[in-house]
């Protein structure tokens, strides 16, 4: 090693130069290879379905997911295909999206006696994790789960996004209001040690339901793991009760007592060891799944603790000013936020502002949005740096997902979505111009930049699911299965000062408002009385909609009766001065119904 030293030394005193112009050339490769950028190509629903049968080509037909051990969620490319299931009803990869979780829930990377899912598997089945819980794994496949539950009502997909939730609002909130980024794997340096099971201790902690308890998780003497047992579900549970001789709800009541049982003797163990590092754009991703999941799953306290983290962003990290910091650490908050923190912790503020409608919050995505352009844009090539000043050999752009989406993916989406929800005509600017730098190379690559194929698509197509804002923010619309009787709701709200025509205008040249439901006849939806109405653009009266417009539909019974259902509502929404281009809104109504 001395020697080593030595001859470093000499070179830098006899080739400085040299080696100088050598770290320039490798600092210029490594930048064209970081920032690299491919040609602008439209985002069609063909080029989507070619992204995705790339993507499908490495899918593990078993188990789900993608390729072979260790095999991480890719959460990334699960909302991906959840996301060409809903838009396009392409089956196949809305399919592979529902196995994927599926097996997930079952496995042993799901912590099935307190909920959460760990970082990833070691072997393909989801068996066997790596122990550690991290914060943005319990953000992105809650979200995941939430639009499997939108889709497809399955009762699995709600119950681990709730216990998953829960994990992360009891265990993960720190006392200041943010939430702690990890729990460790190990205890007294094993690692899984806290979540395994012998076949003694199972037994001792389930008492007479072991036997029924051993045969659901797979628990046998000699373990699954260096000589210990992972908690997984052999089987689905409706095999599993069938096994039983159990009606599926006997079987939960009992598993449910298993679990509890579990649960009391884990407590008695040595605590985990928990990261209490707050990382904003790591919290910013959890606030937009709580906002979210506080609607989807109907439950109000959700949205409590997604303002509660929203309250340590804004007045701990900087983000009511926009001046955001990345970490928080012992009473103090240190670095710069990342590009990555700023179009994360947006997102979060705008998913507030879907739920509460208050101002305060699109406000608040607008300003961390501007500064982040201020902060990171590359005006030269297109996209956005991830650091304001260079580190390490060259300033570097995420454009590649990793274990979380990339912050120009990021961007984009957020471009998109505040451009739906305002009139500022520089967020459809920005999108214009993040889309034509990351649009090429995503598709070229579409394994790596699954994120931004969906925000391209969100940016060309619009959003889609039960709830959207429309007219740049004049409206909101939102579709619902009610719970009583088989029928939904479609519910517009606009803005004061706006309307929208009814469906049968009183002059030609304004367009009705229509909805259409997929495998429905256009009798079974029901449109409010209109109001007449003179306004200055016109001199006679006009029919049409303001306020709050429900719209009913009635759905059939039987089989058919619990489907998700594609819904277009198209409209033009008009002021007293103007009318805005004619759009198509495009919901999704949900399979399942809340309270």
């Known amino acids: 090693f001395k020697d080593m030293i030595k001859q470093v030394a000499t070179g830098w005193r006899e080739q400085r130069p040299v080696i100088i112009a050598d770290a320039e050339r490798l600092s210029d490769i490594i930048a064209q290879a970081m920032n690299r950028r491919a040609n602008n190509v439209a985002i069609t629903q063909a080029v989507l379905r070619r992204a995705s049968m790339h993507i499908l080509a490495r899918f593990d037909v078993f188990n789900g997911g993608l390729g072979t051990a260790p095999k991480f969620p890719q959460e990334n490319i699960i909302q991906f295909l959840l996301h060409r299931g809903e838009r396009d009803d392409d089956k196949v990869s809305l399919d592979a999206a529902l196995l994927t979780l599926d097996n997930m829930i079952r496995g042993g990377i799901h ?40 889709l497809t009502g399955v009762r699995r997909d709600a119950e681990a996004a709730r216990a998953a939730l829960d994990v992360v609002v009891r265990d993960m909130m720190t006392a200041a209001g943010g939430l702690a980024s990890a729990f460790d794997a190990e205890t007294d340096g094993k690692e899984g040690l806290f979540y395994m099971w012998s076949d003694a201790a199972f037994k001792a902690a389930l008492g007479t339901d072991a036997a029924f308890g051993a045969a659901i998780f ?82 109000p306290r959700y949205l409590t603790a997604a303002l509660r983290v929203q309250a340590f962003i804004d007045d701990k990290l900087g ?21 990555t923190d700023y179009a994360f912790s947006a997102l979060g503020a705008l998913a507030l502002y879907d739920v509460t409608r208050d101002k305060k919050w699109l406000a608040g995505a607008a300003r961390l949005a501007e500064k982040m352009v201020e902060r990171f844009a590359d005006k030269a090539a297109g996209a956005l740096f991830l650091t304001r000043t260079a580190t390490g050999f ?116 304004l367009l009705p408002t229509k909805v259409r439901v997929d495998g429905l006849e256009r009798e079974a939806i029901t449109f409010p009385a209109a109001i007449e109405r003179k306004l200055g653009f016109h001199d006679a009266p006009l029919s049409l909609y303001e306020g709050n ?47």
């Open 549 to 595: 417009v429900d719209i009913r539909i009635a759905l059939p019974s039987g089989p058919a009766a619990g489907v998700a259902r594609r819904m277009t509502l198209d409209l033009q929404a008009c002021s007293d001065r103007i009318c805005l281009e004619p759009q198509v809104v495009r919901l999704l109504l949900p399979a399942a119904a809340r309270s």
């Open 319 to 339: 983000g009511a000013t926009g001046d955001l910091k990345r970490a928080y650490y012992d009473g103090a908050a240190s670095l710069e936020a990342t590009q």
């Open 111 to 150: 912590d099935h006696v307190a909920g959460g899912f760990h970082r990833y598997a070691t072997d393909n089945a989801w068996a066997i994790p790596h122990f550690e819980k991290m914060l943005y794994n319990q953000a992105l496949t809650t979200r995941a789960l939430l639009k499997a539950d939108e």
């Open 394 to 509: 060259t300033r570097t752009k995420e454009i590649d997902d990793s274990t979380i989406p990339s912050g120009n993916a990021a961007a984009l989406e957020l471009f998109a979505r505040l451009a739906q929800r305002t009139q500022d005509v520089r967020w459809r600017q920005r999108v214009l111009a993040q889309r034509a730098a990351l649009s090429g190379i995503a598709v070229a690559e579409p394994v790596s930049h699954a994120a931004t194929l969906l925000a391209a698509d969100i940016a060309t197509r619009g959003e889609t699911g039960p709830r959207q804002a429309a007219a740049h923010g004049a409206l909101h619309v939102t579709a619902t299965r009610l719970a009583t009787g088989n029928s939904a709701r479609v519910r517009i709200h606009l803005a004061p000062g706006w309307h929208i025509n009814s469906l049968t205008p009183k002059q030609d040249f």
């Open 218 to 299: 797979g628990v046998t003497g000699d373990g699954n793991h260096e000589g210990l047992n992972t908690l997984r579900l052999v089987a689905p549970v409706g095999e599993l009760a069938a096994a039983q001789k159990m009606t599926r709800d006997a079987f939960e009541k009992r598993y449910r007592q298993v679990l509890a049982k579990l649960g009391k003797a884990r407590a008695t163990r040595k605590p985990l060891i928990r990261d209490d590092k707050i990382v904003a754009g790591w919290n910013a991703l959890m606030v937009r799944v709580l906002a979210r999941a506080s609607v989807v799953l109907d439950e």
